[in-house]
């Protein structure tokens, strides 16, 4: 499937379309109906279902609304409102720490395992099924796995520490102002690692062999292997990777919501969180709307520019 | 030269045994938590709190039959189960028959609109999902689709659409068109060369866009949280989802959660277990290139 092809030719030429002449607008799009018919029921579904809450959006985060009461256009009032609001603040900075530190931990060791198990040292067919075995769980089930591991009077975590002698460092976890933020970006290191490992151990495993048998005749040790063939030649998916990591993990919001939904006291609230709450449980649409604005702008943006830049729509597979 | 050789010999054998002992231990770091949840369902709650380490043995299916009667919760997670299994195999149905649609035509077609359309799936990718939860849950409320796994069904393929579709387009880019030009000599419309003849040869492609989506739709929370609020039309990860885990230690029990968590991840274990090369290949195709 992912073997390059052989007819990867420009998909322009189109030689057995020269009959269709362009006579005009109308009997162009007469002449390709067939088309049409195959791109309407994406395209209406696109519509229906995220063009036009899209725009229902954009249009909320105008307006004034608490759930059953009437309407009022606010204009920009909700943003202004959202600039001085701290707790936006806040959730914005702990999903900005969120994001930069998943994808530092998850790249960051994903290529450490990468380049430990490539090569095909032994086992390594065994130690890539069990790399990548989290990545496969629902990530509610970790989320709801790991607050018992870290429960405070019975979690595994705690007793573990407990049991070694270690007790002293037994900590609240998740109930903690400083620790619950970590406690959640260290499972979303766990589960994901084996991401990043994946998709860089294919990037070394297409340097050609004969380039590190080169290195080892120069004289390169293991390191100096890695820091001057693997790590260059690999450069362009290891930046690719990372920010697939980060909009991924702006994203967040199931690991985040199961554990502690935002708190203690939104210590780990992120944006995703944020915008729950503040839509259903406090029935603030309007408001909860400027914050998913925001959110979608940085995102947007952010994503868009990395497919364009990479071309995701010319990948040949 | 001849006279470095043994020492760093000596050192690279070191090397290798600290590497693979790191190894083995993060292979127990991974795995030991998912090895937990699976014993830990196997317990009874006294043996849960008293002895988390140890081995399941004899092996308790209380738990299980708990949550198969769901006398507590009032439902049973059969219910749970199934709504997963209709949601997951629905959406993926809905989502590989219009992406293949609509990817066959970006790719072979040149009509007026076709390059905004393209464009149009590419923007389309980039917006992040928690734009649209607001909107949607009250235009579900207007169309009578809160509760309904079709809505769910509607919206889950309309969320995978613009990845999967771009990923399909791809794929008939570089599909032959030699075998799809004799179908036409023999005067086949375009809908049957693309049924009788391009999607017959397709299956790799289409098996692979339902690897790469069946384990989000199966693990889906964020819209279903607000979508299903009745419990006869929720999937699994809202059963897990439901139970605080702040009281897990006093009220609930924390077997039947274990249960249940364990009832929605085996799924996914199995299927991985069964298709590992095939995941690990399309995840690594449609993440980066």
Request: glycine share 8%.
């Given at each position: 499937m992912t073997s390059p092809t052989p007819s990867a030719a420009s998909p322009r030429v189109r030689p057995t379309q020269v009959e269709h002449r362009s006579v005009g607008g109308l009997a162009q799009i007469r002449a390709n109906a067939h088309w049409y018919l195959f791109i309407a029921p994406a395209v209406i579904l696109l519509l229906a279902f995220m063009g036009f809450p899209l725009y229902r959006s954009l249009e909320l985060s105008?307006?004034?609304?608490?759930?059953?009461?009437?309407?009022?256009?606010?204009?920009?009032?909700?943003?202004?409102?959202?600039?001085?609001?701290?707790?936006?603040?806040?959730?914005?900075?702990?999903?900005?720490?969120?994001?930069?530190?998943?994808?530092a931990g998850t790249v960051g060791l994903g290529l450490l395992l990468a380049i430990a198990i490539s090569r095909h040292v032994p086992f390594h067919r065994f130690y890539r099924f069990a790399f990548y075995l989290p990545v496969m769980l629902p990530m509610t089930v970790v989320a709801a796995l790991w607050a018992r591991i870290y429960e405070p009077n019975y979690g595994l975590l705690n007793t573990a520490l407990k049991s070694i002698g270690l007790g002293v460092l037994a900590q609240p976890w998740l109930g903690s102002l400083d620790l619950s933020l970590p406690a959640i970006i260290v499972v979303c290191i766990w589960q994901y690692a084996g991401f990043p490992m994946i998709v860089l151990l294919a990037a070394i495993e297409g340097i050609p062999e004969d380039l590190h048998h080169?290195?080892?005749?120069?004289?390169?040790?293991?390191?100096?292997?890695?820091?001057?063939?693997?790590?260059?030649?690999?450069?362009?998916?290891?930046?690719?990777?990372?920010?697939?990591?980060?909009?991924?993990?702006?994203?967040?919001?199931d690991l985040v919501w199961?554990?502690?939904?935002?708190g203690p006291a939104e210590s780990s609230a992120v944006l995703g969180t944020y915008l729950y709450r503040k839509a259903f449980e406090q029935q603030e649409y309007g408001y909860a709307s400027a914050v998913a604005v925001s959110m979608f702008a940085v995102i947007f943006t952010v994503t868009y520019v990395y497919y364009r830049l990479t071309k995701i729509d010319a990948v040949e597979f | 030269m001849a006279s470095a050789r043994p020492s760093s010999a000596g050192f690279r054998l070191t090397g290798r045994l600290v590497v693979t002992g790191l190894l083995l231990l993060w292979v127990v770091v991974q795995v030991y938590p998912i090895v937990f949840l699976f014993f830990t369902s196997l317990k009874s709650d006294p043996q849960i709190l008293s002895t988390p380490f140890a081995f399941p043995f004899p092996p308790q299916?209380?738990?299980?039959?708990?949550?198969?009667?769901?006398?507590?919760?009032?439902?049973?997670?059969?219910?749970?189960?199934i709504n997963s299994v209709i949601v997951t195999g629905g959406t993926l149905v809905l989502l590989l028959g219009v992406s293949s649609l609509a990817g066959y035509a970006l790719a072979r077609g040149r009509f007026p609109g076709s390059a905004a359309t393209q464009q149009l799936f590419l923007l389309a990718l980039a917006v992040p999902v928690h734009v649209l939860l607001v909107p949607i849950y009250f235009f579900f409320g207007e169309m009578g689709l809160r509760n309904n796994l079709v809505g769910l069904i509607l919206l889950y393929a309309t969320l995978g659409l613009p990845f999967t579709t771009i990923l399909m387009r791809s794929y008939f880019v570089s599909f032959p068109r030699e075998l799809e030009e004799a179908a036409r000599i023999d005067g086949c419309s375009r809908f049957g060369v693309f049924w009788r003849v391009v999607l017959p040869v397709s299956r790799g492609a289409m098996a692979s866009m339902a690897i790469?989506?069946?384990g989000w739709v199966w693990s889906e929370l964020f819209f279903g949280l607000v979508l299903l609020d009745k419990?006869?039309?929720?999937?699994?990860?809202?059963?897990?989802?439901a139970y605080k885990p702040s009281s897990m230690a006093t009220q609930t029990?924390?077997?039947?959660?274990?249960?249940?968590?364990?009832?929605?991840?085996?799924?996914?274990?199995?299927?991985?277990?069964?298709?590992?090369?095939?995941?690990?290949?399309?995840?690594?195709?449609?993440?980066?290139?």
């Open positions: 105008l307006f004034e609304w608490k759930g059953l009461l009437p309407r009022h256009w606010i204009g920009l009032e909700n943003f202004e409102r959202l600039f001085r609001d701290k707790y936006f603040w806040r959730a914005l900075g702990h999903t900005i720490v969120f994001a930069v530190s998943a994808t080169a290195a080892t005749l120069d004289g390169a040790g293991e390191l100096q292997r890695m820091r001057y063939l693997v790590v260059p030649m690999i450069w362009p998916v290891l930046v690719s990777i990372s920010v697939v990591q980060v909009i991924f993990s702006l994203k967040v919001f199961v554990m502690t939904k935002g | 299916f209380g738990n299980y039959e708990a949550v198969m009667d769901g006398n507590r919760t009032n439902q049973s997670i059969g219910i749970y189960f790469i989506n069946i419990v006869t039309a929720r999937t699994l990860p809202l059963a897990v989802a029990s924390v077997g039947e959660l274990f249960a249940i968590m364990s009832l929605t991840v085996l799924p996914l274990i199995v299927f991985y277990f069964v298709f590992q090369k095939q995941i690990r290949k399309g995840m690594t195709a449609g993440a980066v290139k």
